[in-house]
């Protein structure tokens, strides 16, 4: 049996080559050999590589889309991969299963900005401020922002220009904090807490540092049912601190930091559940 790891090649972290050396170890474990795929330069959309399923940790839809269509079974599949890298997606999926998450106003697709005043008013009755501005396919914090003002609103919304993005209520009750659960196969494996001093973001990126959580049933179920609405085998759900509630979605969750702090072996669990699914 052959299987493939597929990465970012642009994401050169500690934490993807990590997860890429961990998944490699624990298939070898169980016997089964796989080739790392990192593309740098264009890919042939003729040429797919062989094999007999593939672990995908990389958010490029179209090359998952292309591996599935060639045949091999990919985890995560290109459907879950998608819905969680769209924030606005996910927004839809979760509201659509009644998952609690912040009140979130999509903004509608376009190709040119075009500044609209009338907006921002809509936008701060709707959602009062601060209010949180994200990018809809961004991660790390990079892509999130909070508006204190008017003015910072205006300020943000010019800087994403046109790019798809969404605005949500602030849950300030969470500041800096968040937990993450990971989910393998429909089944929270492992928790912990991020929780950064300096930032309203609580990303390891953002200086969130990773810690034990032990949590309730109801934030456990949460994120099952999260992870089981968006049809993704394998993710960490991230939810606010103060109340059981979704911020996002992560369908290419690293797992260093979970690992280390809950002690369990998440790459492990995730092999086991590819190759019980792979042989039946
Ligand atoms: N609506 C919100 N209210 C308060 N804090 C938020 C909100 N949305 C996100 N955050 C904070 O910002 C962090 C990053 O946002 P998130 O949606 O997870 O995007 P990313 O994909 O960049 O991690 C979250 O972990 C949380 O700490
Ligand atoms: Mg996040």
Redesign the pocket.
Known sequence: MKALIVINAFYTSQASAHQCRRMKEELEKRGVESEVLAFSRPWDCQKIPKADFAVFFDKDVAFCMALEKAGIKVFNGSEGTENADD?IKTAVILSSLGLPM?KTLASPKRYVYEKDNSVYDYLIEELGLPL?V?KAR???????YLAKTRAELIELDEETGAEEKLF?????G?????YRVIVVGGKAVASMR?K?END????AH?G?IAEKAILSKEYLSLAEKAAEGLKLDYCGV?L?CDQPSI??V?GNAYFENAERVSGINIAGVYAEYILEKIRR
């Open positions: 924030k912040p949180v994200k961004s991660s790390l914090g990079m892509g999130v949500q209520s602030y849950e300030e969470s500041k800096g904090e968040s991020l950064s309203f973001r609580s990303n953002n969130g991230d606010f911020i996002e992560n």
